[in-house]
């Protein structure tokens, strides 16, 4: 395999992989807390009370409505 393939290869995964890209800023964001601000937000704004599973849903949400985008566009 050479280097072209290689990288066309990363190129393709990376593009099924935005649900998981994501989680993942979720994951980091609620490290440093930010899970709270959306939490609380959400509950001020919407009326809504959202949960840990919710905020790690609402990611989820964001990374398909991504790909949906993504696959009109190519």
Do not use: P
Not at 2 to 18: L, S
Not at 25 to 30: E, N, P, Q, R, T
């Amino acid at each position: 395999m050479n280097k072209m393939m290689i990288f066309h290869e990363m190129k393709e995964r990376g593009k099924n992989m935005i649900v998981i890209y994501c989680l993942l800023f979720g994951w980091i964001l609620s490290l440093f807390n930010f899970h709270h601000l959306i939490i609380d937000g959400t509950a001020e704004w919407f009326n809504l009370s959202l949960s840990m599973s919710g905020y790690y849903f609402l990611w989820v949400m964001v990374g398909l409505i991504f790909s949906i985008i993504k696959a009109i566009k190519d």
